[in-house]
């Protein structure tokens, strides 16, 4: 007896995709407006869900004492050899402090000194106690007005006509229900892809990794499939973690001024540079020039350091501290061994994303985009994810203010005939599992993975491109026993889609700006011609190109426009 998936409609003003950081924020800032309904849609619970589920240690992006927004967004652009868009950086930087006190009201505890002032970590960071972050954001966006949470509904396609967004479509995790959610607005907030490649542990412990493996790369995946414009997403980011746990290595490097050591002895940290894809590079280079394993030096600190770090990684990485105290040795007495992780794209360390004007909106009307998954500002962490559900969040409403908006009917018979395709088809040989394999062999392999030292060349590319497409000529035919194995086959589409984007921007790039981000082989040097963005547009064609000028000096705040047909018109210093 075939199977056929029930279906809900459901209309709101606005709809948010992602209870994760950006999500629950924008959902609290519109909840104050209190005019507007407004749905959250999902995957998990929003209680845990998304990169803050564990919790985290620090405030990675805040203005400290003596320093002011415009020194963040250098920062930025320094750390990214330039290619940030800093007028989402600056208004990023100029809301961190506002919405870290915001999660201080409301629960959060920031830790303080003698005189009552935040403890810093640096110049950019302050201390928390963070295991609860997720809880009280999920409460702030629950108990906003004219909220509703919607939780283990998986959403896979916008509902888009004339470049226009009029909602999306998705279904319930748990029981063969499909939801279509038609509304005025939607905002996307779920976050970047993790997956892609061959992670460091094989096996059981693959899904081991630095980024949340849950976090498959849905929303830029609807994107790139509805025609929205992507930015920079051969800026990939690859982790510096400690050794099999992939716990965090800032909290020791910031934490006691652990510096990078190889297995000689030596201090390599400089030798390299010291920008967030150098501390990758030199780790790599020499690991495979014979002079590894690399470690943090902590043999030196304190005892009292050494119970700080204990503490610390109780937080967000619990799996560090168990493996010390396990094995008998703490950092004191023995270095932290550490090594890369696989490439992953993510906005929130990278400039990888939707291209988004300073409200948020992407180039489909009607569709915003903030955190991980909007591009051209990287670095902004929590804070900066947060501030830019509130930045979208804004701009969603002048947009509900200023326009007569009408949902219209979008055909989505096609997107639930996939649903049933997959839930009635004959068994089959190749399983999800076997897939996602090859594609991370693949990626791996041709695309820049660990196996190859992060390296790739136009050669590759081509292999990797073919070989990509190939797999979805065999992905058609996955077979779901129910609805959380139809979840696995959607995350598996989402990742394919994203990886042959991910492919062209790498081969567009000509030029080695970021070593180990996007160490192109073919083109080893930095090339000042490449001082630009490089973005794409999914066409009937194939993936389109599109190179942009970077802004600079006096930058005005890009603002999109649209025409009666909601073709996209570019206004405000960027693009002519």
Same mark, same amino acid.
Request: hydrophobic share 35%; aromatic share 8%; proline share 3%.
């Given at each position: 007896?075939?199977?056929?998936?029930?279906?809900?409609?459901?209309?709101?003003?606005?709809?948010?995709?992602?209870?994760?950081?950006?999500?629950?924020?924008?959902?609290?800032?519109?909840?104050?407006?209190?005019?507007?309904?407004?749905?959250?849609?999902?995957?998990?619970?929003?209680?845990?869900?998304?990169?803050?589920?564990?919790?985290?240690?620090?405030?990675?992006?805040?203005?400290?004492?003596?320093?002011?927004?415009?020194?963040?967004?250098?920062?930025?652009?320094?750390?990214?050899?330039?290619?940030?868009?800093?007028?989402?950086?600056?208004?990023?930087?100029?809301?961190?402090?506002?919405?870290?006190?915001?999660?201080?009201?409301?629960?959060?505890?920031?830790?303080?000194?003698?005189?009552?002032?935040?403890?810093?970590?640096?110049?950019?960071?302050?201390?928390?106690?963070?295991?609860?972050?997720? $809880?009280?954001?999920?409460?702030?966006?629950?108990?906003?007005?004219?909220?509703?949470?919607?939780?283990?509904?998986?959403?896979?396609?916008?509902?888009?006509?004339?470049?226009?967004? !009029?909602?999306?479509?998705?279904?319930?995790?748990?029981?063969?229900?499909?939801?279509?959610?038609?509304? @005025?607005?939607?905002?996307?907030?779920?976050?970047?892809?993790?997956?892609?490649?061959?992670?460091?542990?094989?096996?059981?412990?693959? !899904?081991?990794?630095?980024?949340?493996?849950?976090? #498959?790369?849905?929303?830029?995946?609807?994107?790139?499939?509805?025609?929205?414009?992507?930015?920079?997403?051969?800026?990939?980011?690859?982790?510096?973690?400690?050794?099999?746990?992939?716990?965090?290595?800032?909290?020791?490097?910031?934490?006691?001024?652990?510096?990078?050591?190889?297995?000689?002895?030596?201090?390599?940290?400089?030798?390299?540079?010291?920008?967030?894809?150098?501390?990758?590079?030199?780790?790599?280079?020499?690991?495979?020039?014979?002079?590894?394993?690399?470690?943090?030096?902590?043999?030196?600190?304190?005892?009292?350091?050494?119970?700080?770090?204990?503490?610390?990684?109780?937080?967000?990485?619990?799996?560090?501290?168990?493996?010390?105290?396990?094995?008998?040795?703490?950092?004191?007495?023995?270095?932290?061994?550490?090594?890369?992780?696989?490439?992953?794209?993510?906005?929130?360390?990278?400039?990888?994303?939707?291209?988004?004007?300073?409200?948020?909106?992407?180039?489909?009307?009607?569709?915003?985009?903030?955190?991980?998954?909007?591009?051209?500002?990287?670095? @902004?962490?929590?804070?900066?994810?947060?501030?830019?559900?509130?930045?979208?969040?804004?701009?969603?409403?002048?947009?509900?203010?200023?326009?007569?908006?009408?949902?219209?009917?979008?055909?989505?018979?096609?997107?639930?005939?996939?649903?049933?395709?997959?839930?009635?088809?004959?068994?089959?040989?190749?399983?999800?599992?076997?897939?996602?394999?090859?594609?991370?062999?693949?990626?791996?392999?041709?695309?820049?993975?660990?196996?190859?030292?992060?390296?790739?060349?136009?050669?590759?590319?081509?292999?990797?491109?073919?070989?990509?497409?190939?797999?979805?000529?065999?992905?058609?035919?996955?077979?779901?026993?129910?609805?959380?194995?139809?979840?696995?086959?959607?995350?598996?589409?989402?990742?394919?889609?994203?990886?042959?984007?991910?492919?062209?921007?790498?081969?567009?790039?000509?030029? #080695?700006?970021? !070593?180990?981000?996007?160490?192109?082989?073919?083109?080893?040097?930095?090339?000042?011609?490449?001082?630009?963005?490089?973005?794409?547009?999914?066409?009937?064609?194939?993936?389109?190109?599109?190179?942009? $000028?970077?802004?600079?000096?006096?930058?005005? $705040?890009?603002?999109?426009?649209?025409?009666?047909?909601?073709?996209?018109?570019?206004?405000?210093?960027?693009? !002519?």
């Amino acid at each position: 007896m075939s199977k056929n998936i029930t279906v809900e409609e459901l209309n709101t003003d606005v709809l948010i995709i992602g209870g994760g950081t950006a999500g629950c924020y924008g959902a609290y800032i519109l909840g104050q407006n209190g005019k507007h309904k407004v749905i959250i849609a999902e995957k998990a619970n929003i209680k845990r869900s998304g990169c803050l589920a564990a919790g985290v240690n620090a405030i990675n992006a805040y203005i400290t004492e003596g320093r002011v927004p415009q020194d963040y967004v250098d920062y930025c652009k320094n750390d990214a050899k330039g290619i940030v868009r800093e007028d989402l950086l600056l208004s990023i930087s100029q809301g961190l402090n506002e919405v870290t006190k915001k999660l201080e009201d409301n629960g959060l505890v920031i830790l303080k000194d003698e005189n009552g002032k935040y403890v810093t970590r640096g110049n950019r960071n302050i201390k928390i106690n963070g295991e609860n972050i997720k $809880p009280i954001l999920a409460e702030m966006a629950k108990n906003a007005p004219n909220v509703e949470v919607i939780n283990h509904i998986n959403i896979t396609d916008l509902l888009v006509a004339g470049n226009r967004v !009029h909602g999306a479509v998705g279904f319930d995790v748990n029981k063969e229900k499909a939801y279509v959610i038609k509304s @005025k607005a939607v905002l996307m907030a779920t976050g970047g892809a993790a997956g892609l490649y061959r992670p460091n542990n094989p096996g059981f412990s693959r !899904h081991k990794m630095w980024y949340p493996p849950f976090n #498959t790369g849905a929303g830029y995946a609807m994107g790139i499939n509805s025609g929205a414009e992507m930015t920079t997403l051969e800026m990939r980011f690859i982790a510096l973690r400690c050794k099999d746990t992939i716990a965090p290595t800032g909290t020791i490097a910031q934490g006691v001024k652990a510096k990078q050591m190889n297995g000689l002895g030596e201090i390599y940290e400089t030798k390299y540079g010291v920008v967030t894809c150098e501390r990758v590079y030199g780790t790599t280079v020499e690991n495979a020039n014979g002079r590894g394993p690399c470690y943090l030096k902590t043999d030196e600190i304190s005892s009292e350091q050494e119970e700080e770090l204990y503490k610390a990684y109780l937080n967000m990485a619990p799996s560090q501290t168990l493996k010390w105290i396990e094995g008998g040795q703490g950092p004191k007495s023995q270095n932290v061994e550490i090594e890369g992780t696989e490439p992953y794209i993510v906005g929130g360390h990278t400039a990888s994303g939707y291209w988004v004007d300073n409200d948020r909106a992407t180039t489909v009307r009607g569709l915003f985009a903030a955190g991980d998954v909007a591009g051209g500002a990287p670095q @902004k962490y929590v804070t900066g994810a947060l501030v830019e559900g509130e930045l979208a969040a804004k701009g969603i409403l002048k947009q509900l203010a200023e326009e007569e908006t009408e949902t219209i009917e979008v055909n989505y018979q096609q997107i639930l005939d996939s649903y049933n395709k997959h839930l009635n088809n004959d068994a089959s040989n190749i399983s999800i599992e076997q897939i996602e394999e090859a594609m991370q062999k693949i990626m791996d392999e041709y695309a820049g993975g660990i196996k190859k030292n992060y390296q790739y060349n136009e050669a590759g590319l081509v292999i990797a491109k073919k070989l990509i497409n190939g797999l979805f000529e065999v992905f058609g035919k996955l077979k779901a026993n129910d609805t959380d194995e139809l979840l696995q086959i959607y995350e598996l589409r989402d990742r394919l889609i994203v990886c042959l984007s991910v492919i062209e921007h790498l081969n567009a790039r000509k030029e #080695t700006r970021w !070593h180990s981000f996007a160490e192109n082989m073919s083109h080893p040097n930095e090339d000042k011609d490449y001082a630009l963005y490089v973005n794409s547009v999914k066409t009937s064609e194939g993936i389109k190109i599109v190179k942009r $000028p970077l802004v600079v000096d006096d930058y005005k $705040p890009l603002k999109f426009t649209f025409n009666e047909d909601n073709t996209i018109n570019y206004a405000g210093g960027v693009v !002519h």
